[in-house]
């Protein structure tokens, strides 16, 4: 298998590769588009999409269009969420966000155009394999994989609770709502379907479905202790957000040494789901727990 810097570097190599050019009337939107895209980032989900569809046996050539949808995915939900009516956020990554570059309104349609360029994406992929009937099914179930956990089931869902929590008195129920569906799905969905581009038995997919939510969980645990306790200039953006919105903070709400306990018990049971395959697993248990002491 590859590196976690290796998978890294392929994706940035063709990053803004499916990004569409509509031509000189729209070209403010592709400018908008490739400007979230390249600022940066860990690519942490299509990274783990590529390296779940190696360790299956699955061809990551192939499952390479589905990891850039995962992340024009993921940055279609960073510019939405940093709007005024979301979170209203003025930096990610240490630059200004998407609306305080090109507007508001450009930004909403950067967000659209970046989803619907990924449902393109992986609706239209599957169609490169109709010679194949089982490869065809396995790139269908990891399109509707990808979506479903992108949508109204999964991180739209916890996003929506997100806001909504806003309003209401924080409870540990609705705290592991927002964290399963806002963060979590996103991670799981690309380890489900590179396991599902490779043809991945069930046994293999429930175990690795278990490693990623808890890694998904855990990861939004310490966003929610970093927004406490980070460093501003590591982070890239505004510390204490959390506190003057009136999230749904699981640090807030269980205490910060009690995130920081359920941050590794997660962590650790991550890693143990993934014991039946030893050292061949090596990759996915040494992320977990270098996403455990992450700074950003």
């Not at 969420?81 to 990554?93: E, H, T």
């Not at 396991?195 to 855990?218: C, K, N, P, Q, V």
């Not at 009690?258 to 030893?278: F, I, S, V």
């Amino acid at each position: 298998m590859h590196s976690f810097e290796e998978y890294r570097e392929i994706i940035n190599a063709h990053l803004t590769d499916l990004i569409v050019d509509a031509g000189a009337e729209a070209s403010e939107l592709a400018d908008a588009m490739r400007y979230s895209l390249e600022v940066g980032g860990k690519r942490l989900r299509p990274a783990l999409l590529l390296a779940s569809c190696e360790f299956a046996g699955g061809n990551i050539d192939e499952a390479l269009p589905y990891a850039l949808a995962l992340e024009y995915i993921h940055t279609y939900s960073l510019i939405h969420d940093d709007l005024p009516a979301m979170d209203n956020d003025d930096l990610r990554r240490g630059k200004p966000t998407n609306h305080k570059v090109f507007g508001e309104a450009m930004a909403i349609l950067a967000g659209d155009g970046l989803l619907s360029t990924a449902a393109e994406i992986v609706t239209g992929s599957p169609l490169d394999h109709s010679d194949d009937p089982e490869k065809m099914r396995n790139h269908i179930r990891a399109a509707h994989e990808i979506m479903a956990r992108a949508g109204a089931r999964g991180m739209i869902a916890g996003q929506t609770a997100d806001i909504k929590g806003e309003k209401l008195e924080p409870t540990a129920e609705l705290i592991h709502y927002i964290e399963l569906h806002k963060t979590a799905d996103l991670i799981t969905a690309p380890v489900r379907a590179g396991l599902m581009l490779a043809g991945s038995d069930d046994e293999m997919l429930d175990r690795f479905t278990l490693y990623a939510r808890d890694i998904g969980i855990a990861f939004q645990i310490l966003d929610d202790i970093l927004d406490i306790e980070g460093d501003e200039a590591l982070l890239g953006k505004t510390l204490g957000k959390d506190a003057e919105q009136g999230k749904c903070n699981y640090a807030f709400v269980h205490g910060p040494e009690a995130a920081k306990c359920e941050l590794h018990r997660l962590t650790e049971e991550a890693k143990e789901a993934l014991a039946p395959y030893g050292q061949d697993a090596s990759f996915f248990t040494a992320l977990a727990d270098s996403l455990e002491i992450r700074k950003y």
